[in-house]
């Protein structure tokens, strides 16, 4: 079982619609999870980070964390167009290390 | 500020050849990272220092190797390159928050291709 999973995709979703991404990881003592976006051709950029169970929101961004289930998730509200992007989800790994999921291509068509 | 930096942007090499990748850091992080990124693959660990002045082995060591030259600059060396090695790389720091995690912020990446 891999570390950190996720859904290669892609998942399309039209313009305005919530998009769900999804995320695994195996080690039930990890205690912070992030989600990185990543533009094609670009470097990933910190989105969203949670630390406790339950949902938190930036913005049109949600990301609901359940430790018992050991599932992470991103929704994003309204999507757009913009949002057509990789969304790579990151658990730590011993002593500031992070694993990274393979990531899930986003698709937003107008 | 300029964050992460990285030096080359794009690179061509043919086997057996060897070359340094340049990173520098402007947000006094103590903690700095090589990845490298290959299609299906996601984000594997080569190389990270904690601190200035140590480096570990990460995911993927093999055939790299690493320089902490100051708090700011981390450098990757590749002895003798070979088209296994053609991917992008990306160096990062992180500095940990208190009461949380590190955040790991990324450079621009360089795209290196060996022939």
């Known amino acids: 079982q891999k570390e950190v999973e996720q859904n290669s995709g892609p998942l399309s979703v039209p313009e305005g619609a919530i998009a769900s991404l999804n995320c695994t990881y195996s080690d039930r003592v990890s205690q912070s999870f992030f989600w990185y976006r990543q533009y094609s051709g670009k470097s990933p950029e910190l989105i969203m980070s949670i630390y406790s169970n339950g949902d938190k929101e930036d913005g049109r961004f949600t990301a609901q964390l359940n430790k018992a289930s050991q599932y992470v998730s991103l929704l994003i509200r309204d999507s757009q167009p913009s949002d057509s992007a990789t969304y790579l989800c990151a658990v730590p790994r011993g002593f500031q290390k992070l694993v990274f999921g393979t990531g899930t291509r986003l698709l937003v068509s107008p | 500020n300029a964050g992460v930096t990285q030096t080359p942007k794009f690179q061509v090499l043919k086997t057996g050849q060897s070359m340094t990748l340049q990173c520098a850091q402007d947000?006094?992080?103590?903690?700095m990272y090589w990845y490298r990124q290959d299609p299906g693959m996601g984000l594997r660990l080569i190389y990270y220092?904690?601190?200035?002045?140590?480096?570990d082995k990460g995911e993927v060591p093999n055939g790299y190797n690493v320089s902490r030259l100051n708090k700011r600059e981390f450098s990757l060396r590749l002895e003798s390159a070979a088209p296994s090695q053609t991917s992008v790389y990306f160096c990062?720091?992180?500095?940990?928050?208190?009461?949380?995690?590190?955040?790991?912020?990324f450079g621009p990446g360089t795209r290196l291709t060996v022939l």
């Open positions: 947000m006094n992080h103590n903690s």
């Open positions: 990062a720091s992180s500095e940990r928050v208190a009461g949380g995690s590190d955040t790991q912020y």
């Open positions: 220092s904690a601190s200035e002045g140590t480096t």
